[in-house]
């Protein structure tokens, strides 16, 4: 097996972990009678400590090797998964929810860190787009197993058998399978300055401005598509009909991407993915049949999904020497610093003036960030 690829498998079965963990920390935190509240904040702590910790842990795999905090990230992961079987109380999702989110977090920065320390120049597209596809399938995975594992085995033996998981990666790095490759800064190597300071080129602000804004659609889609659903009359089943495709079409993208980009410039297909986006979500209120949400639903992940390799590659090209894994964190603080507000800004905004604007209204700021893209890079090639 190639190490680019065993590093994918390591990576998505952690990430089958971290949402299956997730999946079940909420339904036994129903079962156990928490309140809404409690169970948002169970919720939240996957996320929330990871936009604290994305930058540090960044600058430290840049100058130094990420095999033993991997190995310790694997280990902390299935005793905190275990956790919830020995303890089988609130107490331990707590536990839960901030181990495992925060470890996994571990093999998200040292992961795309090293996908594009192993690619080439030609090849980096087409890795990157490999790695999201395998996540994209650990995340349809994850909550299929453990809902079939807490119906035939209860909530406290499924969250045992997700601890068996990060053992692989265990086993992988312990027995040195893994060659991790190191990256320009050396181990006395110091980052200076604010990680803010990364977006100060133009074509790194561009690039952060497609990522953040897709990843705030992909949000805004996934919460309010079901609201939408509701308030038009259509059932639960037509409503994940209609969301499914989104999911569906994102691994579609995210397989097409290294084709495309061997014809189109990234930045190119960059711009289009965010502006076709936006008019995706700017006619999706003027349809109110199941079919056509579910073929618009379709298109929408189509372009949407080739947005998340695509910036990661050019992010990894556009990265100052040894700052990589920088870069890579101050996208993660970003995204799950979105990841907590998203939700509650698009809920209260949708009470305000009606879920068809908000989807008007991200359609137009998508259009806009195309622009302002087009804008950097052009002025970029100028410099």
Same mark, same amino acid.
């Given at each position: 097996?190639?190490?680019?690829?065993l590093l994918?498998?390591?990576?998505?079965?952690?990430?089958? =972990?971290?949402? /299956?963990?997730n999946?079940?920390?909420?339904?036994?935190?129903?079962?156990?009678?928490?309140?809404? @509240?409690? !169970?948002?904040?169970?919720?939240? +702590?996957?996320?929330?400590? !990871?936009?604290?910790?994305?930058?540090?842990?960044?600058?430290?795999?840049?100058?130094s090797p990420?095999r033993?905090?991997?190995?310790?990230?694997?280990?902390?992961?299935?005793?905190?998964?275990?956790?919830?079987?020995?303890?089988?109380?609130?107490g331990?999702?707590?536990?839960v929810?901030?181990?495992?989110?925060?470890?996994?977090?571990?093999?998200?920065?040292?992961?795309?860190?090293?996908?594009g320390?192993?690619s080439s120049? *030609?090849?980096?597209?087409?890795?990157?787009?490999l790695?999201?596809?395998?996540?994209?399938?650990?995340?349809?995975?994850? %909550?299929?197993?453990?809902?079939?594992?807490?119906?035939?085995?209860?909530?406290?033996?499924?969250?045992l @058998?997700?601890?068996?998981?990060?053992?692989l990666? !265990?086993?992988?790095?312990?027995?040195?399978?893994?060659?991790?490759?190191?990256?320009?800064?050396?181990a006395?190597?110091k980052?200076?300055?604010?990680?803010?300071?990364? #977006?100060?080129?133009?074509?790194?602000?561009?690039?952060f401005?497609?990522?953040?804004?897709?990843?705030?659609?992909?949000?805004?889609?996934?919460?309010?598509?079901?609201?939408?659903?509701?308030? &038009?009359?259509?059932?639960?089943? *037509? &409503?994940?009909?209609?969301?499914s495709?989104?999911s569906?079409?994102?691994?579609?993208a995210?397989?097409?991407?290294?084709a495309?980009?061997?014809?189109?410039?990234?930045?190119?297909?960059? &711009?289009?993915?965010?502006?076709?986006? /936006?008019?995706?979500?700017? &006619? +999706?209120p003027?349809?109110?049949?199941?079919?056509?949400?579910?073929?618009?639903?379709?298109?929408?992940?189509? =372009?949407? $999904?080739?947005?998340?390799p695509?910036? #990661?590659?050019?992010?990894?090209d556009?990265?100052? %020497?040894?700052? *990589?894994?920088?870069v890579?964190?101050?996208?993660?603080?970003?995204?799950n610093?979105?990841?907590t507000?998203?939700?509650?800004?698009?809920?209260?905004? $949708?009470?305000?003036?009606?879920?068809?604007m908000?989807?008007?209204?991200m359609? @137009?700021?998508?259009v806009?960030g195309?622009?302002?893209?087009?804008?950097?890079?052009?002025?970029a090639?100028?410099d």
């Amino acid at each position: 097996m190639k190490q680019l690829h065993l590093l994918i498998l390591i990576t998505a079965t952690n990430h089958v =972990v971290f949402r /299956g963990a997730n999946f079940n920390v909420l339904l036994t935190a129903v079962y156990l009678g928490a309140s809404p @509240m409690l !169970v948002g904040l169970l919720a939240a +702590l996957f996320s929330a400590p !990871v936009a604290f910790t994305s930058v540090a842990m960044g600058r430290w795999f840049d100058r130094s090797p990420a095999r033993l905090p991997l190995l310790l990230a694997g280990l902390l992961m299935s005793a905190a998964a275990a956790t919830a079987w020995v303890w089988r109380d609130l107490g331990a999702l707590f536990v839960v929810s901030l181990l495992v989110g925060t470890c996994y977090n571990v093999f998200v920065v040292s992961g795309h860190q090293q996908v594009g320390r192993l690619s080439s120049p *030609e090849d980096k597209v087409s890795n990157f787009s490999l790695s999201m596809q395998a996540n994209s399938m650990a995340n349809f995975v994850a %909550p299929l197993i453990t809902g079939f594992a807490i119906d035939g085995m209860g909530h406290a033996n499924a969250f045992l @058998m997700l601890a068996l998981f990060p053992l692989l990666s !265990v086993t992988v790095l312990g027995l040195n399978w893994l060659r991790l490759k190191p990256g320009s800064g050396g181990a006395g190597h110091k980052s200076k300055g604010s990680a803010f300071d990364l #977006l100060q080129p133009r074509m790194m602000r561009g690039v952060f401005t497609g990522a953040v804004l897709a990843f705030v659609a992909l949000n805004f889609y996934s919460f309010l598509m079901p609201v939408y659903g509701s308030g &038009i009359g259509l059932s639960a089943s *037509e &409503i994940g009909m209609v969301v499914s495709c989104l999911s569906i079409a994102t691994v579609t993208a995210r397989g097409l991407a290294p084709a495309v980009t061997r014809r189109v410039q990234s930045r190119t297909l960059m &711009i289009y993915t965010m502006a076709a986006t /936006g008019l995706g979500l700017m &006619i +999706l209120p003027l349809f109110t049949q199941a079919g056509l949400l579910a073929l618009i639903s379709f298109c929408v992940g189509l =372009v949407l $999904g080739a947005a998340a390799p695509l910036a #990661l590659a050019m992010m990894n090209d556009a990265s100052p %020497p040894g700052r *990589e894994g920088e870069v890579l964190g101050l996208r993660l603080s970003l995204l799950n610093g979105m990841q907590t507000v998203v939700p509650l800004a698009a809920g209260v905004v $949708g009470g305000a003036i009606g879920v068809p604007m908000v989807f008007a209204g991200m359609g @137009m700021l998508l259009v806009g960030g195309a622009w302002y893209m087009r804008q950097q890079w052009r002025l970029a090639d100028l410099d």
